[in-house]
């Protein structure tokens, strides 16, 4: 059999085969960052293969500490100058502009339907994949090594990764930003010790981020660390649970102290690989009892914001428990949780689902669960979760038909849980892809609004379904007709017409106003 040896530029040390603990603090943050060495690389050739890799990143961490400004002196957390001198503050220009860094249709205080484009949207920026994403993937190790980084998994480096976010987030010009606590301070040999870094990196975000910027939304990391290998809420294991609880406690806890608007739950590792050694209804009641905990622990401390699920079906897991909308919705039925909680939509979630995000957003909204929206998108080639930026147009309108139907998603918004392709390496990268995918949302909030004006699919919907407007029809949707009422009624009308429906005048429609 293989195993995973992480090779990695977050520590030099990084070559590790053995001890998963210490593999893990060498992993980055987010998805797949690693490459997959099979065990024939423990030969001593596949060592030295190894160890002059890593050099190799070791070296050119070394030699990348600071050249965004050849003049800054970068020692520990400081860093003198801009992160970003060549990136100008992002401003709106119009659809004929052929500047690449303004956006042609995101103008943020423009109104559209009584309500400006940036309280429609209510864009935020995902810290895992902007400052932690390093291009690694199962077959490659890391392409991506940012100038402000030393190489090392410091709290140092964390907090100069931190003003780097906060110049991130002026230059492109919103007021939110998203968070996993394991992102934005590392892990400690114990929870004393994680929660004082966290401490120590969140007392400087809440200093850089002033008055004008907050959390979107914080959340704890229950998925990465070996510990949480059979789920962190269903694990197995009741020291795991315990953990779990206290890592979820102080990452509300710090949410909350930032202003934070919302706390997310994404079970990763809620799940199964197989039934054979899993008891599902007992995994299930510890995950309602955990949620029911969170719930409480957020009356305690005072917290206003929103808890909100993001539901997926599977990966890392074979079967996750929250697989879809309309799974997560029976859940917090089940275990009378509805009200307490609300749900984060990932579109590329609900294509691994099966689902378009527009059907999974509508499922949402009609339930009254629409909290909040991942806005990326996966590939429909690639059956796995490629967490790309939103570009395309018609999806993006159908998106905002579901928002605008929401009234907005206050407190919750648009967060880019979204990654740069592999193959993306320059800085000026990461300001492109989110311009890309600001615009592509704000251009699918103009499509949608011309479409409710124009009034044209609503009236074709409104026709079709007509017939329930009157008489029996009513009272079916009033839940006054019986079976007994329906037949007679059958029996006087006799054999029913059936009108067409329309499909290809409504796509018609739609797309032309793309």
């Not at 050099?55 to 520990?76: R, T, V, Y």
């Not at 007992?282 to 009892?289: S, V």
């Not at 859940?331 to 909680?341: A, I, N, T, W």
């Not at 990326?376 to 490629?386: R, V």
Request: glycine share 8%; with cysteine; aromatic share 12%.
């Amino acid at each position: 059999m293989g195993q995973y040896a992480c090779i990695n530029h977050d520590k030099s040390s990084c070559v590790l085969t053995h001890l998963a603990s210490s593999v893990y603090q060498n992993f980055s943050l987010m998805h797949s960052d690693c490459l997959y060495i099979s065990s024939s690389m423990r030969s001593w050739g596949g060592f030295l293969f190894l160890l002059f890799l890593n050099l190799g990143f070791s070296i050119a961490s070394a030699a990348q500490s600071c050249p965004a400004n050849l003049e800054a002196k970068c020692d520990g957390d400081s860093w003198e100058g801009e992160f970003f001198p060549e990136i100008p503050k992002i401003k709106y220009e119009g659809p004929k502009s052929t500047n690449p860094l303004s956006y042609k249709w995101y103008n943020a205080d423009e109104e559209i339907l009584g309500k400006k484009m940036k309280d429609w949207l209510r864009f935020s920026v995902a810290f895992w994949h902007t400052f932690r994403g390093t291009g690694a993937d199962p077959f490659g190790a890391p392409t991506k090594q940012w100038p402000w980084e030393d190489g090392t998994n410091s709290v140092a480096m964390a907090k100069r990764r931190m003003r780097a976010n906060f110049e991130f987030i002026d230059k492109l010009g919103v007021d939110r930003w998203c968070f996993h606590d394991r992102d934005i301070a590392p892990d400690g040999k114990t929870i004393a010790e994680s929660n004082a870094n966290l401490d120590e990196v969140v007392e400087l975000a809440k200093e850089l981020q002033g008055t004008r910027i907050k959390p979107l939304w914080g959340t704890a990391q229950l998925f990465m660390h070996p510990r949480y290998m059979h789920g962190a809420a269903t694990s197995s294991e009741v020291g795991v649970y315990a953990y779990a609880a206290a890592q979820v406690k102080k990452a509300m806890e710090v949410t909350h102290y930032l202003g934070g608007e919302n706390f997310v739950f994404w079970g990763g590792r809620e799940g199964y690989q197989t039934l054979l050694n899993t008891d599902m209804q007992r995994e299930l009641d510890h995950l309602a009892r955990f949620l029911q905990a969170a719930v409480e622990h957020k009356k305690k401390i005072g917290f206003n914001g929103t808890l909100l699920i993001e539901p997926k079906p599977q990966e890392p897991t074979k079967h996750q428990y929250d697989w879809d909308a309309a799974t997560s919705f029976a859940f917090l039925q089940k275990y009378d949780l509805v009200g307490e909680f609300k749900l984060n939509i990932e579109c590329n979630h609900a294509t691994l689902s099966g689902h378009s995000c527009y059907h999974e957003l509508e499922t949402a909204r009609i339930n009254g669960l629409l909290g909040n929206i991942d806005a990326n998108t996966g590939d429909p080639q690639i059956g796995w979760d490629t967490d790309q930026f939103l570009t395309d147009i018609g999806e993006a309108t159908l998106v905002m038909l579901s928002v605008i139907k929401n009234d907005g998603l206050a407190p919750g918004g648009f967060n880019f849980d979204a990654k740069l392709r592999r193959e993306s390496t320059d800085v000026e990268d990461i300001f492109l892809a989110h311009i890309s995918g600001m615009d592509t949302l704000a251009r699918g909030l103009r499509n949608a609004a011309k479409l409710i004006e124009a009034g044209s699919l609503e009236e074709l919907l409104r026709k079709r379904y007509q017939s329930f407007d009157f008489e029996i029809g009513a009272l079916i949707e009033a839940g006054k007709a019986d079976f007994a009422t329906l037949e007679k009624k059958a029996v006087e009308w006799g054999e029913p017409s059936v009108a067409s429906g329309k499909q290809e005048l409504a796509e018609m429609i739609f797309q032309s106003a793309l």
